[in-house]
């Protein structure tokens, strides 16, 4: 069981490398990866209270994915502002061709 969490923790790190969108967030998460991939055995075998730290990052993981959810959603709202607080772009009218016979020979 110990090892299924901790393969899940790997697989879920992984998705969420490939998920996020900010770089910073991004880098955070590749960095819980390694760290996953790296006490997969040797916590276990070498260091028992290493698991503070293994936890450590999976809670940092979970806070990275909020973060990035949040500036995505500060990001689209900011963006939604900003379009509807600029003023319409000019419309061109453009003046329609002349066209042969209408109007040649006609007086009011």
Same mark, same amino acid.
């Given at each position: 069981?110990?090892?299924?969490?901790? #393969?899940? $923790?790997?697989?879920? &790190?992984?998705?969420?490398?490939? &998920?996020?969108?900010? +770089?910073?967030?991004?880098?955070?998460?590749? @960095?819980?990866? $390694?760290?996953? #991939?790296?006490? %997969?055995? +040797?916590?276990?075998?070498? =260091?028992?209270?290493? +698991?503070?730290?293994?936890?450590?990052?999976? +809670?940092? %993981? %979970?806070?990275?994915?909020? %973060? =990035?959810? #949040? @500036?995505?959603?500060?990001?689209?709202? &900011?963006?939604?502002? @900003?379009?509807?607080?600029?003023? !319409?772009? !000019?419309?061109?009218? #453009?003046?329609?061709? &002349?066209?042969?016979?209408?109007? @040649?020979?006609?007086? !009011?």
């Amino acid at each position: 069981l110990v090892y299924f969490v901790r #393969l899940y $923790m790997i697989l879920f &790190a992984f998705r969420q490398v490939l &998920a996020l969108r900010t +770089g910073f967030h991004r880098a955070v998460a590749t @960095a819980c990866l $390694m760290f996953f #991939l790296a006490q %997969l055995l +040797g916590s276990v075998i070498f =260091d028992v209270t290493s +698991g503070l730290y293994y936890w450590f990052f999976g +809670g940092l %993981l %979970l806070t990275v994915i909020r %973060l =990035d959810r #949040l @500036a995505i959603a500060k990001a689209f709202r &900011a963006r939604a502002a @900003a379009l509807s607080a600029a003023p !319409p772009p !000019p419309s061109r009218v #453009l003046p329609l061709p &002349a066209a042969a016979g209408l109007g @040649a020979g006609m007086r !009011p």
